[in-house]
């Protein structure tokens, strides 16, 4: 098991001293901490427990001005240490910081009171009773309170006790999804390349593993890992680790970044989240309020959205409510489903709220729509039957185009989980539509599938009643018949896969790219069979040498875009055969002339075009024609000037 100690508290309360204390390590790193015995930035250290294991610590600044890297540093933490000095008492960084705390669900913690050398017994038990104030009503309260003095070391031991007993006495299950390490550190190192440091929220890296710097999208290669300064030949989920990558970033690396497994390539500018505004933001958190989002070590400008309806439109999130809300950022970050970020006020002097990711990448919301946020609600739930549906829905519509289906792979990284537990879940629903592909997997609502395959087979239904003499729609038309604002849009491949289904039902079939019903039969009727009998009169009055399709029309004095349906009907009906586009002869003439070179042409003997003219007594224009027409056919074969029999 791996463990990440994080310290909270204000600033000179000792955080560093007690780190220092616990690990003998001075986490001050800086020159300009050194000067002014403040910490500035990140301080990291490791801590040795019983087992032999190792939990990374890491130290954050408690000045008001530094919040943001204190920020940067408290994903991902176990066990908070917080530090409240016995002279001072909780002070206003002491308040924020355990409002970030509680904002960012972490549920272990110990308070320290420091400098406890300095306080009278009555002092130190006012201090412990401002601490169980302060955490009433918050995931912290209950923590239990130690002392340490550093001069001295009282109370240290007590104090590690208790880390490990807290630690090794309550287990952690393993984190969903792949391979993620917010980056909080990014340098060069002569020799080296580039280095970059973290702890990693979830999966686990390998040397030689392939990764993705996100946001930028740039691919690297994972030269050596170390954790707590020591190579490794893995390093994993609840763990610092340094990692040696190699290859080129479009932008450079900094703090804000995250690399993740190649296969994650999602970040947005957009997410729902579940929102709690803390009471010490006395004035709430106003509709699309400007504001700072922290998540992970990121920090973007962005707006918070609430999500009402029309009779409750949210022009307010009141201190100490909760809400849903949507989340607009200025810029893409990397937000998985159940990252918790921190919300503070645009001028970075307080922070007003916290929450946690619904479901990153989502489209833009009619807020006061009843049944958005129904659907918003849904991303609560932990019922599957209510949650993945909603999921769908909304990564279906996220794009520039509502589309009907959506690959198993995206909704894996919307969901924050594997592939193979994703489709699980997703296949035991029935209110969902699998299409089963063979490099991947499509996901649809069921109702939406439905309602489109009805429309399909109402697309032939129609088509038949209006054009009678053809032998069916075309597969694009009934696609585009089929996809009806306000229905979502349907791909080509999405449409094939529905008209299998079709098939496959017997409620279409499918010749080359025409589709009909399995009862339709084309057939000439009424008066156009009159119309039938005088086309084959005018093709059989000179068989090898009938009118094309302008001089037919003209001889019957019948409208050419009349005659074409019934030209194609007959064909249909295997009365005419259309040797080259608008030109068509008699069935029975093609048989005949089949059947005699059949005969003719036995025995490996050949035939010129001129000689084929000559036999037949016709001309050119229709001998290549037809010749050509047999060789498509597979009949005859061209060598040179000649045709022979095709040998089987």
Same mark, same amino acid.
Request: hydrophobic share 45%.
């Given at each position: 098991?791996?463990?990440?100690?994080?310290?909270?508290?204000?600033?000179?309360?000792?955080?560093?001293?007690?780190?220092?204390?616990?690990?003998?390590?001075?986490?001050?790193?800086?020159?300009?901490?050194?000067?002014?015995?403040?910490?500035?930035?990140?301080?990291?250290?490791?801590?040795?427990?019983?087992?032999?294991?190792?939990?990374?610590?890491?130290?954050?600044?408690?000045?008001?001005?530094?919040?943001?890297?204190?920020?940067?540093?408290?994903?991902?933490?176990?066990?908070?240490?917080?530090?409240?000095?016995?002279?001072?008492?909780?002070?206003?960084?002491?308040?924020?910081?355990?409002?970030?705390?509680?904002?960012?669900?972490?549920?272990?913690?110990?308070?320290?009171?420091?400098?406890?050398?300095?306080?009278?017994?009555?002092?130190?038990?006012?201090?412990?009773?401002?601490?169980?104030?302060?955490?009433?009503?918050?995931?912290?309260?209950?923590?239990?309170?130690?002392?340490?003095?550093?001069?001295?070391?009282?109370?240290?031991?007590?104090?590690?006790?208790?880390?490990?007993?807290?630690?090794?006495?309550?287990?952690?299950?393993?984190?969903?999804?792949?391979?993620?390490?917010?980056?909080?550190?990014?340098?060069?190192?002569?020799?080296?390349?580039?280095?970059?440091?973290?702890?990693?929220?979830?999966?686990?890296?390998?040397?030689?593993?392939?990764?993705?710097?996100?946001?930028?999208?740039?691919?690297?290669?994972?030269?050596?890992?170390?954790?707590?300064?020591?190579?490794?030949?893995?390093?994993?989920?609840?763990?610092?680790?340094?990692?040696?990558?190699?290859?080129?970033?479009?932008?450079?690396?900094?703090?804000?970044?995250?690399?993740?497994?190649?296969?994650?390539?999602?970040?947005?500018?957009?997410?729902?989240?579940?929102?709690?505004?803390?009471?010490?933001?006395?004035?709430?958190?106003?509709?699309?309020?400007?504001?700072?989002?922290?998540?992970?070590?990121?920090?973007?400008?962005?707006?918070?959205?609430?999500?009402?309806?029309?009779?409750?439109?949210?022009?307010?999130?009141?201190?100490?409510?909760?809400?849903?809300?949507?989340?607009?950022?200025?810029?893409?970050?990397?937000?998985?489903?159940?990252?918790?970020?921190?919300?503070?006020?645009?001028?970075?002097?307080?922070?007003?709220?916290?929450?946690?990711?619904?479901?990153?990448?989502?489209?833009?919301?009619?807020?006061?729509?009843?049944?958005?946020?129904?659907?918003?609600?849904?991303?609560?739930?932990?019922?599957?039957?209510?949650?993945?549906?909603?999921?769908?829905?909304?990564?279906?519509?996220?794009?520039?185009?509502?589309?009907?289906?959506?690959?198993?792979?995206?909704?894996?990284?919307?969901?924050?989980?594997?592939?193979?537990?994703?489709?699980?879940?997703?296949?035991?629903?029935?209110?969902?539509?699998?299409?089963? =592909?063979?490099? @991947? /997997?499509?996901?649809? &609502?069921?109702?939406?599938? +439905?309602?489109? !395959?009805?429309?399909? %087979?109402? *697309?032939?239904?129609?088509?038949?009643?209006?054009?009678?003499?053809?032998?069916?729609?075309?597969?694009?038309?009934?696609?585009?018949?089929?996809?009806?604002?306000?229905?979502?849009?349907?791909?080509?491949?999405?449409?094939?896969?529905?008209?299998?289904?079709?098939?496959?039902?017997?409620?279409?079939?499918?010749?080359?790219?025409?589709?009909?019903?399995?009862?339709?039969?084309?057939?000439?009727?009424?008066?156009?069979?009159?119309?039938?009998?005088?086309?084959?009169?005018?093709?059989?009055?000179?068989?090898?040498?009938?009118?094309?399709?302008?001089?037919?029309?003209?001889? =019957?004095?019948? @409208? /050419?875009?009349?005659? &074409?349906?019934?030209?194609? +009907?007959?064909? !249909?009906?295997?009365? %005419?055969? *259309?040797?080259?586009?608008?030109?068509?002869?008699?069935?029975?003439?093609?048989?005949?002339?089949?059947?005699?070179?059949?005969?003719?042409?036995?025995?490996?003997?050949?035939?010129?075009?001129?000689?084929?003219?000559?036999?037949?007594?016709?001309?050119?224009?229709?001998?290549?024609?037809?010749?050509?027409?047999?060789?498509?056919?597979?009949?005859?074969?061209?060598?040179?000037?000649?045709?022979?029999?095709?040998?089987?």
């Amino acid at each position: 098991m791996h463990w990440i100690i994080g310290t909270a508290g204000h600033i000179d309360h000792g955080k560093t001293s007690l780190v220092k204390a616990l690990t003998g390590t001075d986490t001050d790193r800086l020159k300009e901490e050194k000067a002014r015995g403040i910490s500035i930035d990140l301080g990291f250290a490791s801590l040795a427990l019983p087992d032999g294991s190792r939990a990374g610590v890491v130290d954050v600044p408690g000045h008001e001005r530094f919040i943001r890297n204190m920020l940067a540093g408290a994903h991902g933490i176990d066990l908070v240490l917080f530090t409240v000095a016995a002279d001072d008492g909780v002070m206003p960084q002491t308040e924020e910081h355990l409002d970030i705390v509680h904002l960012l669900g972490i549920r272990r913690a110990l308070f320290v009171i420091t400098k406890a050398d300095l306080a009278t017994e009555e002092r130190l038990n006012d201090v412990a009773d401002e601490i169980r104030i302060l955490v009433a009503g918050t995931a912290l309260e209950g923590a239990l309170i130690r002392r340490f003095a550093y001069p001295t070391g009282d109370g240290l031991e007590a104090i590690r006790d208790e880390i490990v007993r807290v630690l090794q006495g309550s287990g952690k299950p393993a984190p969903p999804g792949r391979f993620r390490l917010p980056v909080d550190r990014a340098f060069l190192s002569a020799g080296h390349g580039l280095i970059v440091t973290g702890t990693a929220i979830a999966g686990e890296i390998h040397p030689g593993d392939r990764v993705r710097c996100l946001p930028s999208g740039d691919l690297l290669r994972v030269r050596s890992a170390e954790v707590h300064g020591q190579p490794v030949g893995v390093a994993s989920w609840g763990q610092r680790i340094a990692l040696n990558l190699a290859g080129t970033t479009s932008s450079g690396m900094a703090r804000g970044d995250v690399i993740v497994d190649e296969a994650i390539t999602l970040t947005c500018d957009r997410f729902d989240a579940e929102i709690e505004v803390r009471p010490s933001a006395a004035r709430g958190l106003k509709d699309h309020q400007r504001v700072r989002v922290h998540l992970g070590t990121a920090e973007r400008i962005g707006k918070v959205v609430p999500i009402g309806t029309r009779d409750q439109a949210l022009e307010l999130i009141p201190p100490g409510a909760r809400a849903l809300c949507q989340v607009v950022l200025t810029e893409p970050v990397v937000a998985m489903r159940g990252d918790h970020f921190i919300v503070r006020d645009e001028t970075a002097q307080r922070t007003l709220a916290g929450g946690r990711v619904l479901l990153p990448a989502t489209p833009k919301r009619r807020r006061a729509d009843a049944a958005v946020r129904a659907r918003v609600a849904a991303l609560t739930s932990t019922d599957d039957g209510e949650l993945l549906p909603a999921v769908v829905a909304d990564a279906a519509a996220a794009g520039d185009e509502e589309q009907l289906a959506v690959s198993l792979g995206t909704l894996a990284q919307l969901l924050n989980d594997r592939e193979e537990l994703v489709r699980a879940r997703l296949d035991a629903l029935s209110s969902l539509h699998p299409f089963a =592909l063979e490099m @991947d /997997r499509l996901y649809a &609502l069921a109702a939406p599938c +439905a309602t489109t !395959k009805a429309r399909i %087979v109402g *697309a032939a239904t129609a088509w038949h009643q209006a054009q009678p003499l053809t032998p069916g729609i075309d597969i694009e038309e009934a696609r585009t018949r089929a996809a009806v604002a306000p229905s979502p849009a349907v791909s080509a491949r999405v449409f094939r896969l529905l008209v299998d289904e079709l098939e496959h039902e017997k409620a279409l079939v499918r010749e080359g790219n025409v589709l009909r019903l399995p009862a339709f039969r084309l057939q000439v009727a009424g008066a156009d069979r009159v119309m039938v009998d005088r086309i084959l009169a005018a093709l059989s009055a000179a068989p090898l040498a009938p009118p094309d399709v302008k001089l037919l029309a003209e001889t =019957l004095s019948v @409208d /050419r875009m009349k005659l &074409l349906p019934l030209l194609r +009907a007959m064909e !249909k009906q295997k009365q %005419v055969v *259309a040797v080259a586009q608008d030109l068509y002869f008699a069935a029975d003439a093609i048989a005949r002339v089949r059947d005699e070179l059949s005969r003719d042409l036995g025995g490996g003997a050949t035939l010129t075009t001129a000689a084929f003219r000559d036999r037949y007594q016709t001309s050119r224009k229709y001998a290549i024609p037809i010749l050509e027409y047999f060789d498509r056919q597979g009949f005859t074969v061209r060598i040179g000037e000649a045709r022979r029999l095709r040998r089987s």
